[in-house]
């Protein structure tokens, strides 16, 4: 390593992370650094091998490996230092970052930061599934790995919870796998995931699919062997009686990802309680000056393409903040209003063009979006799934009244 | 059975968990051969692992002996429970002091917490004067506390609900530790001192075979001189093997456990408690650098593993740690278990040390809960008794009572990280993030004898943050598979029927094209 001060560091390679350092070397910082706690760059796209990426960045349809080599490749060819195997131990306010790796432990302190560690899965142990603790039990994106990546089965008469997107994406993975997955499990009235992956991943393959219904037991006591399902009532508690034994050998869980932000905590980073993530300007900065953060430790997105898109919008500001330019002042704060579950970037500039990003918290016919009093859009759907996207653009911003603080963002069902 | 032994021992212990492994430790500064025997995958599979843990003395033993009173009528005046002739109380009081020297001999992990018994209203009040005074009225360790009043407990517990009133206070009254160590770490000093211990050895019989005794297990037989029962919950089965059954009346109680993310371990100092009644345990902890929750009765069970855990027992005991601390989440919760507790109602105050009726080279050692305080004085206990019954026991010269602990990556200094990386790469590449452990660390375990996924997990602590081993489990895996030298498919999460993963991919395929389901 040579010895000039790092210009922007980037913590994790995943798609976020690697469009991030890209971006910042394309803005002109001199040393990017980009720190992998894996094996490899891509994150988790290497284990999703299907398809579906790339259809709004590269107007392609690619796996997931593929897409993530397009952005691989220029990582190799833009001259970015890469350290693999290597995890942050610490993150200081002051932008100090500890790395730990099989050469020793170093500490840096690099001009700018782009977070992007990603989520984690929501586990059987966070939402309390009641039962013993057998062999068996799996996380969809811990299973997933195991049989793209090591090319080892978690069984053979499986139950899926939870119809999160890497749920569906397993139970026709493991179908064609020789698997026989007995039913996907959802405890809300609708599919978790996207549009096109239920219809894929589990109406092609004949999956039964069970809405309104919950696991309520784990059976085995070394290694499953059966759950127990149950109607759950509006407000989603079992309904008695309803119980179903379903025999099988493994459970896995698709309830949900948590964006991960233990070094965000570490560093003061603000989270909100809403999406788990930093609370980011439009420069995708946090409240910590110098650290920005981009894709799934952010919010949970829909589509990798966006991800991208956040980790190159993450990368150039962390360049420009790294040559000295200044922050402008982010005036005006975006809050979700009605049927609004959370707005990326919550303070804009309310001074140039910004694209925001935000979900539903039901989903809905025939709504009006709107921002604060000068934007409306009508909607035919929208579900809590898929994202939402809006450019507010110069004119659109010239509506806003001088001293405006604050901007409510609603989605209300046209009258 | 007519095979041949494939081990032959002066002295069988059965059951590896904190009793077993205490005895191993106690028996290995003598000369002669001991083998314990564990039918689980890892040591401390059963009691110990579902334990609060805790080496307590004083005011929170004052509260234990309340609680003990879950099998006697309610209104049972306090004072009657405290019995200073019970090997428990006994034990418990020689215990305390001793392993003050044994946790530091052993490396074990270990912290002082303070323990603040508060009270918020008449009631509560009344029963922590019952606790104060049955402490003063004890004396010495017992009355080593302080009254204090509203205004210190928030200065001490700053987050505990604050309409308190007052609190007992004991500044070193509980060692926090975690119970699975404290069983591995004896089972290794005994090892270091030649003692065999064996895995996933269940025992399936006892016969006599002249002057010995043959002890059939899942792996073959051990011919032995003396046994000691040490199984606790399935004690009663075992000493049925050794001879004609009698009437344990061995009861199981079943108690859940909340675990907190470390992001919560500010939340409370020490151990903070309602005061204790009859049959119901309200607390909240730290327990290292995370919150343990243990709020709720002792349920009775009709199985010694029933470790199966209820969806409104982990309701209700969030419910009731939100009055001890009310900003308590359950978006914080990363794990809940639950522990069989076992008591014995021959004599529910105490434990059961005597030999089996129709075979005095059979050593029932049945220990009612605390098991870990009294464990050392107990072991020396059953030392003499094996004596008094004829086993030899001369004391080794070489006997070392040090062991040291795998390092622990996370609390070291970066200085000391990098001396370590230096001498092993290995230590410098972190598997599990949530708990910053080292691959270093896990082959260590390994060669310690670490063979399944929970063991690597209750040795290293690889898995037990709040993503439960999503990142790091395969990882894991595969270098259990790689050091063990062993098919993936083969590596158990804890008992040889656990198996994680069923096949390789394509395997399923395959059968199907032969035609072969």
Redesign the interface.
Same mark, same amino acid.
């Given at each position: 390593m040579n010895s000039n001060p790092i210009d922007v560091l980037v913590i994790g390679s995943g798609p976020a992370g690697m469009a991030a350092a890209i971006q910042a070397k394309e803005s002109g910082s001199k040393r990017v650094l980009l720190v992998e706690?894996a094996e490899e760059l891509g994150g988790l796209l290497s284990q999703c091998i299907h398809n579906g990426f790339g259809l709004i960045y590269f107007n392609e349809d690619m796996t997931g490996p593929e897409y993530g080599q397009r952005f691989v490749e220029k990582v190799m060819d833009s001259k970015i230092e890469v350290l693999l195997?290597t995890?942050v131990?610490r993150l200081a306010a002051d932008r100090k970052v500890?790395l730990?790796?099989?050469?020793?432990?170093k500490?840096l302190a690099p001009e700018s930061i782009v977070l992007a560690m990603g989520c984690?899965?929501r586990?059987?142990?966070?939402i309390?599934?009641?039962?013993?603790?057998?062999?068996?039990i799996f996380?969809a994106?811990?299973a997933q790995?195991?049989?793209n990546?090591?090319?080892?089965?978690?069984?053979?008469e499986i139950v899926i919870l939870g119809s999160g997107d890497v749920g569906m994406i397993m139970a026709r993975r493991l179908t064609l796998?020789?698997?026989e997955v007995k039913a996907v499990v959802e405890i809300l009235p609708y599919i978790g995931g996207l549009i096109r992956n239920e219809v894929q991943c589990l109406y092609d393959f004949n999956i039964p699919v069970l809405v309104e219904h919950t696991v309520?037991n784990i059976h085995g006591?070394?290694?499953v062997n059966g759950v127990t399902v149950a109607r759950v009532d509006q407000n989603r508690n079992p309904v008695p009686e309803t119980e179903k034994f379903i025999e099988c050998?493994?459970l896995l869980l698709s309830v949900g990802l948590i964006p991960e932000n233990?070094l965000s905590?570490m560093a003061g980073v603000i989270l909100n309680p809403v999406t788990g993530g930093p609370m980011v300007n439009e420069r995708m900065e946090t409240n910590v000056p110098g650290i920005f953060a981009a894709g799934n430790c952010v919010h949970v997105n829909d589509l990798v393409d966006y991800v991208s898109v956040e980790g190159e919008k993450a990368g150039q500001n962390a360049a420009e903040h790294a040559s000295g330019k200044a922050s402008p002042k982010m005036g005006i704060k975006l809050e979700a209003g009605e049927n609004v579950r959370y707005v990326i970037p919550q303070t804009i500039t309310g001074q140039r063009e910004v694209a925001i990003r935000l979900r539903v918290k039901e989903p809905e016919k025939d709504v009006i979006l709107k921002v604060g009093e000068f934007m409306t859009k009508r909607l035919k759907v929208v579900k809590p799934s898929e994202m939402l996207h809006l450019v507010l653009s110069e004119r659109h911003l010239k509506g806003i009244k001088k001293g405006t603080a604050q901007l409510v963002v609603s989605c209300r069902k046209e009258d | 059975m007519t095979d041949q032994p494939i081990l032959e021992a002066e002295v069988v212990i059965i059951g590896g968990g904190v009793t077993g492994t205490a005895l191993a430790r106690e028996l290995s500064r003598y000369q002669l051969e001991t083998v314990l025997l564990e039918k689980g995958g890892e040591l401390c599979a059963g009691q110990t692992k579902g334990s609060l843990g805790n080496i307590y003395t004083g005011l929170n033993l004052v509260g234990s002996m309340i609680l003990k009173s879950v099998l006697l009528p309610l209104g049972t005046p306090l004072t009657e429970l405290y019995h200073p002739h019970t090997l428990h109380t006994k034990w418990c009081e020689e215990g305390f002091k001793e392993w003050e020297s044994v946790l530091n001999e052993l490396d074990i992990k270990h912290r002082y917490v303070p323990l603040t018994i508060i009270a918020k209203d008449e009631n509560q009040i009344k029963n922590l004067e019952k606790i104060r005074d049955l402490g003063r009225q004890l004396g010495g360790m017992y009355a080593d506390f302080e009254q204090i009043d509203r205004e210190e407990i928030l200065s001490r517990e700053p987050n505990v609900n604050p309409e308190v009133m007052t609190a007992l206070f004991a500044s070193k009254h509980v060692i926090d530790i975690f119970p699975p160590e404290v069983a591995i770490a004896l089972a290794e000093n005994a090892v270091e001192n030649g003692c065999k211990v064996l895995l996933n050895t269940e025992v399936v019989g006892i016969s006599q075979s002249g002057p010995h005794q043959i002890v059939q297990t899942s792996r073959g037989s051990i011919k032995t001189n003396f046994i000691l029962n040490a199984a606790c919950g399935w004690g009663d089965k075992i000493c049925d093997m050794a001879g004609e059954g009698r009437n344990w009346g061995l009861q199981y109680r079943k108690t859940v456990m909340i675990i907190l993310d470390t992001?919560c371990k500010g939340l409370v100092n020490g151990m903070v408690r309602w005061p204790n009644v009859p049959g119901r345990l309200d607390l909240v902890q730290r327990r290292e650098d995370n919150i343990l929750i243990e709020c709720g009765t002792y349920d009775p069970t009709d199985r010694p593993?029933d470790?199966?855990?209820?969806?409104e027992d982990?309701i209700k005991s969030m419910e009731m740690a939100k009055t001890i601390v009310p900003t308590i989440s359950?978006k914080d919760?990363?794990?809940?278990?639950t522990g069989v507790r076992v008591f014995n109602t021959r004599d529910v105050e105490d434990h059961i040390v005597e030999f089996h009726p129709s075979n005095k080279k059979f050593l029932n050692v049945i220990i009612r809960l605390p098991g870990i305080i009294g464990a050392l004085p107990m072991a020396r206990h059953v030392a003499e008794t094996l004596k008094k019954a004829g086993c030899r026991l001369a004391k080794k010269d070489d006997f070392r009572p040090f062991r040291r602990a795998i390092p622990r990556f996370r609390d070291l200094s970066?200085e000391m !990280?990098?001396r370590m990386?230096?001498d092993d *790469?290995?230590y410098?590449?972190?598997v599990c993030?949530?708990e910053?452990v080292t691959e270093g660390q896990i082959v260590e375990a390994i060669r310690r004898g670490g063979s399944t996924e929970e063991g690597i997990r209750m040795r290293t602590r690889a898995g037990m943050g !709040?993503?439960?081993?999503?990142?790091c489990? *395969?990882r894991v895996v595969?270098i259990l598979a790689r050091e063990l030298n062993i098919p993936?498919?083969e590596v158990?999460?804890?008992?040889l029927?656990?198996?994680?993963?069923?096949?390789?991919?394509?395997?399923?395929?395959l059968?199907?094209e032969k035609g072969s389901a």
């Open positions: 706690r195997e995890m131990l500890t730990c790796n099989k050469y020793g432990i500490t984690r899965e586990t059987r142990e966070s309390v599934i009641p039962g013993y603790r057998p062999a068996g996380t994106g811990t790995r195991w049989v990546i090591e090319g080892y089965l978690p069984g053979r796998e020789g698997a309520v006591i070394q290694r050998d493994t233990e905590y | 992001r593993d470790t199966y855990t209820i969806r982990v359950e919760i990363i794990n809940t278990f970066d !990280r990098n990386i230096g *790469p290995q410098g590449h972190v993030r949530c910053t !709040r993503c439960k081993g999503g990142f489990g *395969p595969k993936v498919t158990k999460k804890r008992s029927d656990s198996q994680l993963l069923l096949c390789k991919s394509k395997e399923l395929l059968r199907d």
